[in-house]
């Protein structure tokens, strides 16, 4: 199978978890600047999920056009994906809501991590669908972001129950880390 249908369904399920983590976001009661102090920590965990979300669309684009087709079982990991994907705007507006407290940072930190499992677990579908002389896996070379990643995750949600903002600072240096695009990809294939 083609990989457009994958593609378009991809970004539409993208756009909508977008729009659903703004609508998450409530009018406050109040028309001066103060009444906008509660929606900070809201915000602020808006603005990291709006990022991650923009990673993974960035990131899901360059993986896709290491592909011509699609398997079932690339079809499955991409659903995976978007699963854990789809979690963003629950865990976002708890912790938010919640002003990054323990529990809900700890489970923001894991679904960030099993979405990161996902996307390796797409990664090897697609690899595994190219065989051995696979691109995708020339271009990823050692992938040190993609094994890094994860074990930052692990290292925040134990550090959550010690101090939920030092997990928000790895989140964040996380992010940092995919927020310029996976570039070997477009080397290899350009």
């Not at 703004?22 to 900070?40: H, N, R």
């Not at 896996?137 to 992938?143: M, T, V």
């Not at 959550?160 to 880390?177: D, G, P, R």
Request: hydrophobic share 55%; with cysteine.
């Amino acid at each position: 199978m083609g990989k457009g249908r994958i593609e378009a369904f991809s970004d539409g399920v993208i756009a909508i978890i977008i729009t659903i983590m703004v609508l998450e976001m409530k009018v406050p009661q109040g028309e001066s600047f103060d009444a906008l102090a509660p929606l900070i920590p809201v915000f602020l965990s808006y603005v990291v999920s709006f990022v991650y979300v923009g990673i993974y669309w960035n990131n899901h684009h360059h993986l896709l056009h290491a592909c011509t087709q699609v398997s079932g079982k690339v079809l499955w990991a991409n659903l995976h994906l978007l699963f854990w994907l789809s979690l963003f705007p629950f865990v976002t507006g708890w912790m938010g809501e919640n002003h990054f407290a323990t529990t809900p940072t700890a489970l923001y930190g894991a679904v960030l991590l099993l979405a990161a499992c996902a996307y390796w677990i797409l990664q090897q579908a697609i690899i595994a669908e190219q065989g051995a002389s696979s691109k995708l896996r020339e271009a990823l070379g050692k992938d040190w972001k993609g094994k890094l990643s994860p074990l930052i995750y692990l290292l925040a949600i134990a550090t959550t129950f010690w101090s939920a903002y030092l997990a928000q600072i790895a989140y964040v240096a996380v992010a940092l880390m995919w927020l310029v695009p996976d570039r070997r990809i477009e080397r290899k294939l350009l």
